[in-house]
T-cell receptor
């Protein structure tokens, strides 16, 4: 069965600093990978997704992620964090279009 | 189309009562999914439909949970005889079956069982 691990439960960065959120997955086939963001009390908003092709994926709000098959990773990055980026971030893997398996999430706090 | 709609946004119920939540997917999406998210955790898959057919329901948490999508449009999730452990956010998502362009989530229904 597939699984997703987000090793960092909480991360705090200063506004304007760079950000990297880690995601490792376990999946037998070529994965479809996603990053979602969730503000408190809200649903999930899709930041970006990887299906195939270029391993560096661009998303909304200035986020990007890189798929590394050899490391089974799909880390999310942003070069300069804004206070409005404070939220919870979830990495997920798609089981052949039937369901998403999510990681436990990383809560991002931004210091002014 | 404004996205996936869920109703109500919040529900407080007494233990032992039945509750029903509604989800209206994006109109052209033929797949609809239900997830549960407890505090501090990632969403957990419960069930999904393709059109009106429920294709996976083994992940429903107990026989107190049931879901329907009678005409292949909106869906309802019912929890019978609620327990305090059912307190969670219930999220609905929809997608196209072909092409896998991703899943669009609603804002969720927050259930509190007192």
């Amino acid at each position: 069965a597939q699984s997703v691990t987000q090793p960092d439960i909480h991360i705090t960065v200063s506004e304007g600093a760079s950000l990297e959120l880690r995601c490792n997955y376990s999946y037998g086939a070529t994965p479809y990978l996603f990053w979602y963001v969730q503000s408190p009390g809200q649903g999930l908003q899709l930041l970006l997704k990887y299906f195939s092709g270029d391993t560096l994926v661009q998303g909304i709000k200035g986020f990007e992620a890189e798929f590394k098959r050899s490391q089974s990773s799909f880390n999310l990055r942003k070069p300069s964090v804004h206070w409005s980026d404070a939220a919870e971030y979830f990495c997920a893997v798609d089981n052949a279009g039937n369901m998403l398996t999510f990681g436990g999430g990383t809560r991002l706090m931004v210091k002014p | 189309d404004t996205g996936v709609s869920q109703d109500p946004r919040h529900k407080i119920t007494k233990r032992g009562q039945n509750v029903t939540f509604r989800c209206d997917p994006i109109s052209e999406h033929n797949r609809l999914y239900w997830y549960r998210q407890t505090l501090g955790q990632g969403p957990e898959f419960l069930t999904y439909f393709q059109n009106e057919a429920q294709l996976e329901k083994s992940r429903l948490l107990s026989d107190r949970f049931s879901a329907e999508r009678p005409k292949g449009s909106f869906s309802t999730l019912e929890i019978q005889r609620t327990e305090q452990g059912d307190s969670a956010m219930y999220l609905c998502a929809s997608s196209l079956a072909i092409g896998n362009y991703g899943y669009t989530f609603g804002s969720g229904t927050r259930l509190t069982v007192v």
